[in-house]
């Protein structure tokens, strides 16, 4: 069982709320990333990092930002949720290939996030 | 856009029957990858293939990859109803950042 943790599992919250999405891989992997899934879609990428104090935007707009101050832990934050946030977020990491390829990417269970 | 596609978008068959499906992508890859998730869930890794690779087993799990038509195809033989979820295929792109992309899925409906 991959050893890597979403917080909350769901969560309900009002329009301008702040909220944090916390995820925590106990692997030492050096990357780690943030897909947006819609129920029954396609993952969208839209936050990754290679390692301590790297982040990169991934491919889809996202107004969330995110965090890499060790090596465990990658949250994610929106400073003001919406209507239109509401989503399932899926954390997921990897260890870094020594010539860059992707290896197994093992991912938590998501946080269902529900903006009313 | 994604870097994989996947088809169909829906497979629905009986139990014992083999499902094929298929995935096509843009660039060129260091490594494809197939993953499954059931509903609502996390997605769990199934098998990975690199660039330099044409055929991978596992278990029931048989992956191809085509480099040349930028495409990989997973069979699935012997379907069980536990098979029943959605399957994704996701690449990384040759030489350039360590962004995993995933294609659109398809969900497989094994019927007993």
């Known amino acids: 069982e991959a050893d890597i943790y979403q917080t909350p599992r769901y969560l309900v919250i009002g329009t301008g709320k702040k909220i944090t999405l916390e995820c925590s891989q106990t692997?030492?992997?050096?990357?780690m990333y943030w897909y947006q899934q819609d129920p029954g879609m396609e993952l969208h990428l839209i936050h990754y990092?290679?390692?301590?104090?790297?982040?990169e935007k991934g491919d889809l707009s996202s107004e969330s930002t995110v965090s890499r101050i060790r090596t465990e832990h990658f949250p994610l934050t929106l400073e003001s949720a919406r209507p239109s946030h509401t989503s399932q977020y899926l954390c997921?990491?990897?260890?870094?290939?020594?010539?860059?390829?992707?290896?197994?990417?093992?991912f938590g269970q998501g946080t269902r996030l529900t903006v009313v | 856009s994604q870097q994989g596609e996947e088809d169909p978008q829906a497979l629905s068959i009986q139990e014992g029957e083999n499902a094929t499906m298929n995935c096509s992508y843009k660039?060129?890859?260091?490594?494809l990858q197939w993953y499954r998730q059931n509903s609502g869930r996390g997605l769990v890794h199934l098998i990975l293939?690199?660039?330099?690779?044409r055929e991978k087993h596992s278990g029931r799990l048989r992956v191809t990859l085509d480099t040349s038509k930028k495409s990989s195809s997973l069979l699935i033989t012997a379907s069980r109803a536990a098979d029943t979820a959605s399957y994704f295929c996701?690449?990384?792109?040759?030489?350039?950042?360590?962004?995993?992309?995933f294609g659109k899925g398809t969900k497989l409906t094994v019927n007993p």
């Open positions: 997921a990491s990897s260890e870094l290939g020594w010539n860059g390829p992707n290896t197994e990417a093992f």
């Open positions: 990092s290679y390692g301590v104090n790297s982040t």
């Open positions: 293939i690199r660039s330099n690779e």
């Open positions: 692997m030492g992997h050096d990357k």
């Open positions: 996701a690449t990384d792109a040759w030489g350039g950042s360590e962004k995993l992309v």
């Open positions: 660039t060129s890859i260091n490594n």
